[in-house]
């Protein structure tokens, strides 16, 4: 279970979770755990606007499915996904799918965007711009996503990769996170 603690503009986001490989290859899923958190951390332990966010992370490492938990966010290892995509979350679930295929990338560091955008689905984020609409605005996210200027879709850790590649944003810069965002993590939380 993710919770979500507000101190005034102070956010701190508490993760319990468990990684699993249910894939046909053999990973250092110890080495995947450092790589989730040093990235997790690298975004989710800043100040964006007038919120001060932190996260706190707990991750274990698990050998059978039998001890998956219905209450833990899941990082779970499998043979593919759909489109060949490097990962895919259950949108505001607890499930992130990571494609064997990646999870070099994500130990090397080499792919550092994908588990932070994620887990923004986890928290109930969408994509701020519509499906493969370069300058959109998408028609199904919230309120709140919509008022999202063009820049700030351009260099958000939501946008897609092509999105911030087709804007000419370096992927290193294309990983913030808005005031509104912070405020419908606040509000799917209560809900």
Same mark, same amino acid.
């Given at each position: 279970?993710?919770i979500?603690?507000?101190?005034?503009?102070?956010?701190?986001?508490?993760?319990? +979770?468990?990684?699993?490989?249910?894939?046909?290859?053999f990973?250092?899923?110890?080495? @995947?755990?450092?790589?989730?958190?040093?990235? @997790?951390? =690298?975004?989710y332990?800043n100040?964006?606007?007038?919120?001060?966010?932190?996260?706190?992370?707990?991750?274990?490492?698990?050998?059978?499915? =039998?001890?998956?938990? #219905?209450?833990?966010?899941?990082?779970?290892?499998?043979?593919?996904?759909?489109g060949?995509?490097?990962a895919? +979350?259950?949108f505001?679930?607890? #499930?992130?799918? &990571?494609?064997?295929?990646?999870?070099?990338?994500?130990? +090397?560091?080499?792919?550092? #965007?994908?588990?932070?955008?994620?887990?923004?689905? &986890?928290?109930?984020?969408?994509?701020?711009?519509?499906k493969?609409?370069?300058?959109?605005?998408?028609?199904?996210a919230?309120?709140?996503?919509?008022t999202?200027?063009?820049?700030?879709?351009?260099?958000n850790?939501? =946008?897609?990769?092509?999105?911030?590649?087709?804007?000419?944003?370096p992927?290193?810069?294309?990983?913030?996170?808005?005031?509104?965002?912070?405020?419908?993590?606040?509000?799917?939380?209560?809900?």
């Amino acid at each position: 279970m993710n919770i979500i603690k507000r101190n005034n503009d102070s956010i701190t986001i508490f993760v319990d +979770a468990d990684i699993i490989n249910t894939s046909s290859q053999f990973f250092d899923l110890q080495s @995947l755990k450092h790589s989730l958190v040093s990235q @997790l951390k =690298s975004i989710y332990q800043n100040q964006y606007g007038k919120y001060k966010l932190s996260i706190s992370i707990k991750i274990d490492v698990l050998t059978k499915v =039998s001890q998956c938990s #219905r209450t833990k966010t899941l990082f779970q290892i499998v043979d593919s996904i759909a489109g060949n995509n490097p990962a895919e +979350a259950d949108f505001k679930g607890l #499930r992130v799918k &990571l494609n064997k295929n990646n999870i070099q990338d994500f130990i +090397a560091n080499t792919n550092f #965007r994908t588990l932070p955008h994620e887990l923004g689905h &986890l928290f109930g984020w969408d994509h701020p711009h519509a499906k493969a609409l370069f300058e959109s605005v998408n028609p199904d996210a919230s309120s709140l996503e919509k008022t999202l200027t063009e820049e700030q879709r351009q260099c958000n850790l939501m =946008s897609q990769t092509w999105y911030a590649q087709k804007a000419g944003m370096p992927i290193d810069k294309a990983m913030q996170i808005t005031e509104p965002q912070i405020d419908l993590l606040i509000i799917n939380y209560k809900a």
